[in-house]
Each structure stands twice: as structure tokens, then as C-alpha cells.
């Protein structure tokens, strides 16, 4: 009987396996063609400055909208991009993309793009960057380059002079998911850092663990020891905020501040033209 369940078990675990790999398979392949099917988007969320409420820049973050799945998360989509390798031309993309649209606000804001291991390691990075600024006409210190120390570790040095090209640019870059990952304070010391974004999963639980309340702290005093401004992510609540304020936190991001939109919602931030009154659409009532 224990033998015979144990096969169940298997053939069940096999059968899960065999859905898994066509489903893998089958978004490898879809993925490939996302980008010239036009099945990407990318949405924006405000980055605002805590002490005047002011909203200094966006994060550029990516999404699928794919024709039978719908809406595929970045967390789902992007490690099976950078296996494949259509990261490469999926991250050009975003970066051409976000550096046109952000080139086109009235107002000089700044705009974080996400970046790949695997786009890090890539050659010609940083000539690729330098090209898309010229194209698209955006100013180098308005765009900054999102990387988590994950993302450096597969070839340090490689790494950091690819860093050191595109710094020389006037771009800035900033540390993502800090805390999280294989984190290294040594990493902080080595690498042109601009920025250090505390991840989510610290932010959500400031005002209800003293850990995570403790460990937000020894970030801000680590930021302001090494002159690196903080940014906290994922800011859901005005309890999160206050703590935040309190403790001289710069900056802040997350959905009490806006979620994660198309750039027409932000149109009253980046200074967009309110549309005049008379040139409005008007629907007449019956
Ligand atoms: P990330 O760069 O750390 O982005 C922050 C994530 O937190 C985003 O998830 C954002 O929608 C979410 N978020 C923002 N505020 C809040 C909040 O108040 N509460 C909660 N619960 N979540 C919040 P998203 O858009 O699903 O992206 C997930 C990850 O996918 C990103 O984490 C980033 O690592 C990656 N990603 C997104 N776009 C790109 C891209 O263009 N290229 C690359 N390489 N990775 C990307
Ligand atoms: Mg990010
Ligand atoms: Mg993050
Ligand atoms: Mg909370």
C-alpha cells in the first residue's frame, strides 16, 4: 500500500513537472516575440521627497500584457527573460522607451530604469546607455540605473567597471532591495552608488517591529555616514510615513503615494498642460 501510494505520489509530482515545463516553455517562446508584438508596457510611480511632499522623480517598472495570460508579473517574467536572453532586447527597450517619454515631461524630473544582472555583464553596456541618451536627447543626470547587489555578484569586477563607464556619463545609480540578497556593506564601499533604496519588506513593518524599525534606522545613519541619500520603498501607510519623517528618511516610494501607473495619471507632476476648459470633450445630456 505504502508502495503504491508513492507512486500516486510520483506520477502526480511528474504530471505537475510536465505542466510546469510546457508552461515554461511555452513563455519562453512567448516572450521572445513580446516585444515586437507590442505586448509591453511600462508604468510609472512617483519617487517623492519627504520633508516638502514633493515628487522628484519616477520608477520605470515593466509589464506584460500578454494575449491569453493578461497581465504576467515582472517577478514571474524577467528571470525567465534573463535564462533565455531576451532580457537583452526586452531591457533595451525599457530603457529607450523610458528615456523618450521622460525627455518629453516639462518638467526636468528624474526617471529609474531597472537594470539586469545579465544586462550589466553584457558588453557594450554602457555604450548602449550613452547612445540612448543621445538619441532620445534626455539629460545623463536625469536618468538613474536601479541594480541590486545580486545583480553585481556573478563578476565583480566586470561589474564595477561597467559601473564606472556609465557613471562617467553623469548617470546616476542606485542600490535596490538593500538588506536583501547577498548584501555586502563591502559593495557599498566599491561601487559608485548614488542611492540606497531600503527594500519593501523592511518599510512595511517600521511602525509595528522594532527590528525592522531598528534596521530602517542603522540604513539612514549608514546613508547619511557615506552621503548617500535613502529612499524607502513600498510606503502603503501615514504610520509608515510619519516613522519615516521622524527619522529624517529623504525619500519615499510606494502606493500611498501612487501606484504604479501609465504616465497620463501623473500628467499634473510631470507638468503636463491641463487640457484648457472650452477644448475639453463635452457629451451633451438629453
Ligand atoms: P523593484 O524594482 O524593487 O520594484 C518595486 C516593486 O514594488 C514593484 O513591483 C512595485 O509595483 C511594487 N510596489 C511599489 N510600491 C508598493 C507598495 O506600496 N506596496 C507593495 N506591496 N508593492 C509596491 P513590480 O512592478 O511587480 O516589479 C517587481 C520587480 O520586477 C521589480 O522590483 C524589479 O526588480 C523587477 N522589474 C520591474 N520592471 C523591470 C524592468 O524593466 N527591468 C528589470 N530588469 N526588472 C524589472
Ligand atoms: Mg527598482
Ligand atoms: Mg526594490
Ligand atoms: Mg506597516
Redesign the pocket.
Known sequence: RAKSDGRGCYRFFEARMGAQVRDRRLMEHDLRHAVTRGELA??Y?PQTRIDTGETVGF?????WIHPERGHV???LF?PV??ETGA?LA??EW?LRE?CREAASWRRPLRVA????AV?IHSPAFAELVHAVLLTTGLPAERLEL?I?ETALIRDLPRALATLRKVKALGVRIAM??FGTGYSSLSNLRAFPFDKI?I??SF??SVDTSEQAAAIVRTVLGLGRGLGLPVLA????TIAELAFLGAEACPEA????FG??SAIAAFAHLTGEPEPAAGAEPRVMAA
Open positions: 511600462i508604468v510611480q520608477e520605470a517598472l515593466l509589464r508579473s515582472p517577478a524577467i527573460a534573463e532580457i526586452i531591457g525599457v523610458t530604469v531597472n537594470v539586469s544586462q536601479e541590486t535596490d532591495d533604496k527594500d519593501a518599510t512595511r520603498e513600498g510606503v502603503e516610494q510606494g502606493y500611498l501606484r504604479p
